[in-house]
């Protein structure tokens, strides 16, 4: 008995020693949570490319933030309704497609935040924060700052829930069913951004799409149901984030690349182990549709 206690040591025993540890550990599962209810819709409405440009677009907004004194968390949100707006603004005044939009806003936002990080050696630690988070850093605030975040995104998804759904599937459904798809389109993209941006101080703007996108994914391979996807995306989001901090610790390696690097990790794994599934379901199709007709 001792024998395995001692074994299971290293699983448990970084977090009881370490409050540093702990809060990261808390920080990362509401981010985990947060990203997974968010998640599951960028996913099933294949937003993962807005997710990215948001992710990114935020950069310039936290830059300029920095440099006069404001809190990043202003910037960044600022930044985020620049990048809303502009793709909004370029697909409806300009005969270009949203994926051509956003990917020019997207460049063009990123590399305004190089431009502006690039003037000052003082932003030499922040940039490196504002890229990949400062997870070991949680205090209190954080994560009283991020319960707020899981509460607004939480609020949107329930009041949304059937709109968001049968967008998902079609947005001729959505419109049928008497919903404004612009309206939840924007609310959706609204409820990415407040994801995106409450997030970006822990795991940082260049790893919060791992997140967002990498559990949700592995869930849409396990389930069928967008509840159960979404609660399979918190579960594989919340797991990731105690792998990746114990990978860290024991190999003093980036905590949140570890997390996200975990996600995707485990994303992979599942991929491969749900193959033979998907191919019995490819077999029997033809068989389900002569039943059908």
Do not use: K
Not at 32 to 42: D, H, K, L, R
């Amino acid at each position: 008995m001792t024998t395995s206690l001692a074994l299971l040591n290293p699983l448990w025993e970084p977090f009881s020693r370490n409050e540093f540890l702990r809060n990261a550990l808390l920080g990362s599962t509401l981010v985990a949570i947060i990203c997974a209810i968010a998640g599951t819709y960028v996913v099933l409405r294949g937003l993962s490319f807005i997710g990215d440009a948001l992710a990114h677009g935020v950069i310039p907004g936290i830059a300029i933030a920095l440099l006069f004194g404001v809190p990043g968390v202003v910037g960044a949100a600022l930044g985020a309704l620049v990048m809303m707006g502009g793709v909004s603004l370029v697909t409806s005044r300009v005969r270009l497609s949203s994926d051509t939009a956003i990917g020019l806003l997207f460049v063009g936002m990123l590399s305004l935040g190089v431009i502006i990080t690039s003037r000052s050696t003082s932003f030499v630690g922040d940039i490196t924060r504002i890229l990949f988070g400062e997870l070991l850093g949680v205090s209190s605030t954080d994560l009283a700052w991020q319960v707020v975040v899981l509460a607004v995104v939480a609020a949107i998804a329930v009041v949304a829930h059937r709109p968001f759904v049968l967008m998902s599937l079609d947005d001729g459904l959505a419109r049928t069913s008497g919903f404004s798809v612009r309206f939840f389109h924007s609310l959706m993209l609204t409820m990415v951004a407040v994801a995106v941006v409450g997030s970006f101080q822990l795991v940082g703007t260049l790893l919060v799409l791992g997140l967002l996108i990498a559990p949700a994914a592995t869930g849409a391979l396990l389930t069928r149901r967008v509840s159960t996807m979404m609660l399979t995306a918190a579960g594989f989001g919340v797991l990731s984030s105690y792998l990746g901090l114990l990978t860290s610790y024991h190999f003093d390696v980036a905590a949140g690349a570890s997390i996200v690097f975990t996600s995707v990790y485990l994303f992979v794994l599942v991929a491969i182990l749900t193959i033979p599934r998907r191919l019995r379901g490819h077999r029997e199709l033809p068989h389900q549709h002569e039943h059908t007709h």
